[in-house]
């Protein structure tokens, strides 16, 4: 039963379906190991046992009856801290919000549920969901799989966690600038970033509603897939047959790769070369709009973000962690003006990068510039923290900026993703591509 703790979902759900594995007995496996795990208040924010119970019991009947829901019907999964759970507190990592009990799921909650996932809980994140790094002094930081003194990747950072240290089969996080691909990434994961728009945030505590996305962190595109079939309810990506031969990429020159680090920069490099192997054409891709982009990611967020939590926040500053407040704040001098303003020149980059990466399967990049820094450091460096937590979402904040779907996946060195950036609403093409890329770099 211990090797269900590392087998992906869909082989989990697999096994359910021919009889191999009793969604009960998986449920308690989990539930067990997460009692167990030394880190598991630094990862679970809470767990929720009658209820995966409750769930467990009932995707056993549907079994012995014939009526599963869906590949993953009976497989535990967990939910980042800022997805509504009816009587079970969502405080979104924040003391703000501590005691906060929602009186219904969220609308992804009660897709999955109807699906047949089971929920295992809620896992720790940034504060408000407001930081890369996946630092949070108040209510828990959870330990990067690799390295227990770095941070994990925010701010899905217990999403990441639960699912890299074997205490869920996946994890369902948000990702406003990177929020799901840099913990994926940092903890050897797949993840997905859909695009703004395409899964509901209905029930979802929010950062930047513009921006702000749902998706899975997993281990394996299939998986991913599958997670955001229950997220919506539908069918996931058919993935079968997918392939490099033919393929074309963009390889993003400018942004992306500036301040590069070497290790992650040697790993990125790595990765093209086997896709290339595998059939793949990659074609060095600058577009200068981007730069222009990224200069406008300051007053996009801060204004946002500061106009939804203004009230919140000033009614009681101190309950907060000083850099998360700072970074809120930074919004609040910001006119009106100049807040359409940039909406409106971020709206001609964004046609500009659409003219540019027309043609293309995918724009790749690495997912993160850095390896995961030292959780101690941040906390005594104020320099240090800003320096790295810009740099942790630099590379995704792309894909949120362009308004696309992206898909981080690891590269087989620790710590490094590979990100493909697709067209808005491409999903299930970005996910085919990201099967194909998988399997090169496996």
């Known amino acids: 039963m211990q090797d269900w703790l590392t087998m992906t979902a869909c082989d989990l759900g697999r096994g359910i379906g021919m009889g191999q594995i009793d969604p009960v007995e ?22 929720t046992e009658t209820r995966a119970r409750a769930e467990a019991e009932a995707a056993r ?39 906060r009990v929602p009186d219904r799921d969220a609308v992804v909650v009660r897709n999955a549920t109807a699906m047949g996932a089971v929920c295992l809980g809620k896992t720790h994140m940034s504060e408000l969901a407001f930081s890369g790094l996946g630092l949070n002094p108040i209510t828990g930081t959870p330990p990067c ?7 994990p990747g925010g701010s899905s950072s217990g999403a990441a966690a639960s699912v890299a240290w074997g205490l869920a089969a996946g994890g369902i996080g948000s990702d406003t600038g990177g929020s799901v691909r840099i913990p994926s990434a940092w903890n050897n994961l797949v ?5 703004a728009g395409r899964v509901t945030l209905e029930g979802t505590v929010p950062l930047c509603l513009r921006f702000d996305t749902i998706g899975p962190l997993a281990r394996s595109v299939e998986d991913a897939a599958h997670l955001l079939a229950l997220l919506e309810g539908g069918t996931p990506a058919d993935l079968r047959g997918a392939t490099l031969q033919g393929r074309r990429f963009a390889d993003l020159q400018n942004v992306a790769k500036d301040d590069l680090r070497d290790g992650p920069g040697a790993a990125y490099e790595s990765a093209l070369d086997r896709l290339r192997e595998a059939g793949a054409e990659i074609v060095p891709l600058e577009v200068p709009e981007l730069n222009d982009a990224m200069s406008l ?3 996009l967020y801060t204004t946002e973000a500061y106009g939804l939590w203004r009230d919140v926040i000033e009614a009681n500053p101190d309950a907060m962690y000083p850099e998360i407040l700072e970074r809120f704040r930074a919004g609040k001098n910001v006119s009106g003006p100049d807040y359409i303003a940039a909406w409106s020149r971020l709206k001609a980059c964004r046609t500009a990068w659409d003219a540019a990466t027309a043609g293309f ?6 997912t993160a510039p850095i390896f995961p820094p030292n959780l101690e450091r941040l906390m005594t460096d104020h320099d240090y923290y800003v320096t790295e937590n810009l740099l942790a979402l630099r590379n995704t904040r792309i894909g949120n900026l362009m308004g696309l779907a992206a898909l981080t996946v690891p590269t087989g060195t620790a710590g490094c993703g590979l990100m493909m950036m697709g067209y808005p609403g491409s999903e299930e093409a970005l996910l085919r591509v990201g099967a194909a890329v998988e399997t090169a770099l496996a």
């Open 26 to 47: 998986l449920t308690e496996t989990y539930l067990s190991a997460i009692t167990a795990h030394p880190h598991r208040d630094r990862i679970y924010a809470r767990v």
């Open 61 to 99: 009947v549907r079994v012995k009856l014939g009526l599963r829901r869906s590949l993953l019907d009976g497989v535990p999964i967990s939910w980042k801290d800022l997805f509504d759970t009816a009587g079970t507190e969502t405080e979104a990592g924040s003391a703000l919000l501590k005691g």
């Open 145 to 151: 799989i690799d390295d227990v003194d770095a941070v």
């Open 191 to 195: 993840g997905l970033k859909t695009t």
């Open 297 to 299: 990611s300051g007053v």
């Open 361 to 366: 399967d995918a724009v790749l990049a690495p």
